[in-house]
């Protein structure tokens, strides 16, 4: 374990490599749902010292030490270990407004970093915080300029991780997998695909970035978590009911809408998607034809 200081601060830092850490780095995981859980064991099989925060008393999985705190409201936060190596912010909201997210995101972010001195900190952000909704490429150097009350509070956070060296935000597209099968339910009812571009990324990608970001020697500060084929919802929609031997259904007409998110960045530091498309990764979550 080597040191370094910050404004007279010293923190714990790790020998960032490309291969599996043997020392017990210390990682806490603010967040441990679906994204969170996933991480938290890829990082307990690398050998760190996980702890995992949720607002209930739950299993953290095997390996990884639970520790009950509330981001919203703080309640929890002072129990944990002043210093770690990496700090990870992925908690979801249990409602969906505004108050709900800026408590959570915005101040519950402040607190966590006011509890817990990190050198390597990773927010999850989301591609909600672009505007762009007709067919256009987005990338980290296009404007953020959300106009719904999710995206501006999560860009409002992300400000808040910006002055923080080690910082990161990673933000992810739409998350699908087991249980987060939105999609295909829609294909199954026989709805009409819109003329409108979806992005995705499968969650054991999404906790597979995360991980491979702790890892990074000298990462970026902000990036894009999406795999490699933006598709048209008409498309995948079509697809899956191809797939499932349902009769087609006419997609709806109207102009292009939505936006396409470039991977390249993470792509480029050395992250692969397991699932690179729709069909590879819901492929796996298909009835079989007639079913």
Not at 54 to 83: F, K
Not at 99 to 123: E, K, S, T, W
Not at 198 to 205: A, E, L, S
Request: hydrophobic share 40%; proline share 6%.
């Amino acid at each position: 374990m080597l040191a370094s200081r910050h404004d007279g601060i010293v923190f714990p830092t790790r020998r960032f490599a490309a291969h599996a850490s043997v020392s017990k780095d210390l990682v806490i995981i603010a967040g441990a749902g679906d994204v969170g859980s996933r991480l938290a064991a890829l990082r307990a099989a690398r050998g760190d010292d996980v702890i995992a925060l949720r607002r209930r008393d739950v299993d953290a999985g095997d390996g990884v030490r639970r520790h009950r705190a509330d981001l919203a409201t703080g309640e929890g936060l002072s129990t944990l270990p002043r210093q770690a190596v990496s700090l990870v912010f992925c908690a979801a909201p249990d409602q969906r407004d505004e108050a709900a997210y800026r408590a959570l995101y915005h101040d519950g972010l402040r607190r966590l970093l006011d509890a817990v001195q990190a050198p390597r900190v990773v927010f999850v952000s989301s591609t909600a915080v672009y505007a762009q909704d007709a067919g256009e490429w987005v990338d980290e150097g296009t404007a953020a300029a959300p106009a719904a009350f999710n995206g501006r509070v999560l860009l409002d956070a992300e400000r808040v991780l910006a002055p923080l060296p080690g910082g990161s935000v990673l933000r992810l597209s739409g998350i699908y997998g087991p249980g987060r099968e939105y999609l295909l339910r829609k294909a199954r009812a026989g709805e009409a695909g819109e003329p409108r571009w979806t992005n995705r990324i499968h969650v054991q990608d999404a906790a597979a970035a995360l991980s491979h970001l702790l890892d990074l020697r000298h990462p970026q500060p902000l990036y894009l978590g999406n795999d490699d084929r933006p598709a048209l919802e008409s498309e995948v929609l079509a697809w899956v009911r191809g797939a499932e031997g349902l009769p087609p259904v006419a997609a709806a007409a109207g102009p292009e809408r939505g936006r396409r998110v470039r991977n390249a960045r993470l792509r480029g530091s050395g992250w692969v998607p397991g699932y690179p498309d729709y069909r590879s990764g819901y492929a796996g979550l298909l009835a079989k034809p007639g079913v």
